[in-house]
């Protein structure tokens, strides 16, 4: 009934060794053998990474379609000896794909031992910007509801560099804010390290600053402003209620010299309904730069069509 119960040890041995050889003589005759299939293929960009960076990660790798032995398509998966396929950018800040008439050569120069058929995908997206550095001046940054600390604030260093992408270096503001913790007070000498953040793909050439605080008295102005409605359908005239949004600025006195009114800018986005009694939530869209803080005390604004 039980035609293997009480066989030897040896005999087991045996058999795994018959079924190990087996094994073996199937596996190597199927690696002699000639297969079509996809594959990924590894890519290797080539630009002046000291001028140039990507916004985007570019493209690692490129499904695409060979035909070869599977001794060289195991290779491939196990990633051994294998040649990335190199793609120049000449031109990397105007240009914005990679076809298949510029990868297939590559593939087909780095590819050994393997017959390149076709690309699964003919476009490789890229995206690259200039390399450049800013220094750029610090400041105190306001609370998170755009209140003014009543401190007047010296930094070391007094100015941080910062590089990274052109789109994104050229756009941070000037002084650039510098975010105290909730506690500032908790040294005894008024001396603390906060750490300099910044977006995405830029870096810094100091991790935190040492900031020094002194208590300063803070003026606020009150300054009713005339909203501008943005994205509105043209031909129409509309009616604001209230007429004018209430903003208070906040300065250290001796910054309230030369301000003007016709500083403050107030704008309403059309259709965008986020207050509770279907009003428009103003915003402010430019302010004096001398300014420590700002608050809007008009929370919404109605919008009526003038018939």
Not at 12 to 18: D, G, H, I, N, S
Not at 70 to 92: I, N
Not at 122 to 143: N, Q
Not at 184 to 195: E, F, H, L, M, Q
Request: with cysteine; glycine share 6%; hydrophobic share 40%.
């Amino acid at each position: 009934m039980y035609p293997f119960y009480g066989q030897e040890r040896s005999y087991w041995r045996a058999v795994t060794v018959c079924f190990l050889a087996a094994s073996t003589f199937w596996l190597l005759n199927a690696l002699n053998k000639t297969y079509t299939t996809r594959i990924t293929y590894p890519l290797a960009w080539r630009y002046d990474e000291s001028r140039f960076i990507p916004v985007q990660p570019l493209p690692r790798e490129v499904p695409v379609n060979v035909t070869g032995r599977g001794w060289k398509l195991l290779r491939r998966q196990l990633m051994l000896d294998v040649k990335p396929a190199e793609l120049t950018l000449s031109t990397p800040t105007t240009t914005r794909y990679v076809t298949a008439r510029t990868i297939r050569p590559a593939l087909q120069q780095a590819m050994e031992g393997l017959q390149f058929n076709y690309l699964l995908s003919d476009t490789l997206w890229v995206e690259l910007d200039r390399l450049i550095s800013r220094r750029l001046p610090l400041g105190l940054s306001p609370a998170t509801d755009g209140a003014a600390l009543p401190y007047a604030a010296r930094f070391e260093p007094a100015s941080v560099v910062f590089r990274g992408p052109a789109s994104k270096v050229n756009t941070l503001p000037a002084p650039y804010p510098v975010h105290l913790p909730q506690a500032p007070a908790g040294s005894s000498t008024g001396d603390i390290r906060v750490p300099i953040g910044g977006p995405d793909l830029v870096q810094t050439n100091v991790q935190d600053v040492r900031v020094r605080l002194l208590r300063r008295p803070v003026v606020n102005i009150p300054v009713d402003v005339i909203p501008e409605l943005l994205d509105a359908p043209v031909g129409r005239q509309y009616r604001f209620a209230p007429a004018t949004v209430r903003v208070r600025l906040q300065f250290f006195p001796e910054d309230t010299v030369g301000f003007q009114r016709e500083q403050v800018r107030v704008q309403l986005h059309y259709g965008q309904f986020t207050n509770r009694d279907s009003s428009l939530q103003p915003f402010l869209s430019e302010k004096p730069a001398r300014a420590r803080g700002y608050l809007l005390l008009t929370r919404g604004v109605r919008v009526q069509q003038v018939e």
